[in-house]
């Protein structure tokens, strides 16, 4: 490689740090934002404060995601923003005694789900790159006397968790607020013990999203510019050691992307989808 050559990778890799920065300073002012509000949160990209704080409202979105009556009446009504997806619990086949890493754990609401399914001699630790989302979820935590359940500041490109600590990872609608998406994996792989499982509910693109949309730092923000196709997640897994990879559009996918984006027909470009993988147990 020559002088030129040199200075024109130093220079892309240095505009791709500043953007890679950019996004995650909007992305934890949003939802440090939201973390500091009294009761409730905003539902997962709207674009008005409709929902927020609204506790009716976050239970509806919550229960068009996939969770129960008795899930939303189990924990702090505190921990439950409306943010996500999709329901990972229904999909994590959480057993006694487990431990599980939630990655982008917010107020604490998964966590505090999983924390009931693996019982005392489970544990369950939850990561969150904003002071505010931690901070909300320990005083849940403390309200709801939760002895098996740890928050943690941190980066999910960078885990404050140790190797092969974890049996499973969950997560809601997170992964695709990373710019370094491969790094995500890697490090779930690194700290999921032999044979341990990814169950992620996430948003996916199944089609090119619109420029305007796609280069909006906010639009990235509220979780609709920031997708990987399954072509690429599918890679981006099998790059980090994953294997029995699954990829599913959920069925009522429209319904709960629809209202992200008002003034686009959002579901024609992305969608909720359920995202697994193990580790391969030899």
Known sequence: MNY????????????????????????????????????????????????????????????????????????????????????????????????????GSGGGFDAFLAAKQVGESGYVIGVDMTPEMVSRARLNAEKGNYSNVDFRLGEIENLPVGDSYVDVIISNCVINLSPDKQRVFDEAFRVLKIGGRLAVSDVIAIDDVPENLKNDIESYARCISGASSITDLKRMLLTAGFVEINIEIKKNSDEIVSGWAPDYPIARYIASAIIQAKKPSV
């Open 4 to 103: 030129f050559s040199q200075i024109k990778s130093t220079l892309e890799v240095c505009v791709k740090d500043l953007k890679s920065d950019d996004l995650r300073a909007q992305v934890s002012a949003r939802y440090g934002q939201i973390g500091k509000m009294d009761q409730g949160g905003c539902c997962c990209s709207s674009t008005s404060s409709s929902c927020c704080g609204q506790e009716n409202a976050v239970d509806q979105v919550s229960a068009v995601m996939g969770y129960s009556l008795e899930e939303l009446s189990s924990v702090p009504k505190e921990a439950n923003l409306g943010l996500g997806c999709g329901n990972p619990q229904a999909i994590a086949s959480l057993k006694q005694g487990e431990y599980v890493l939630d990655l």
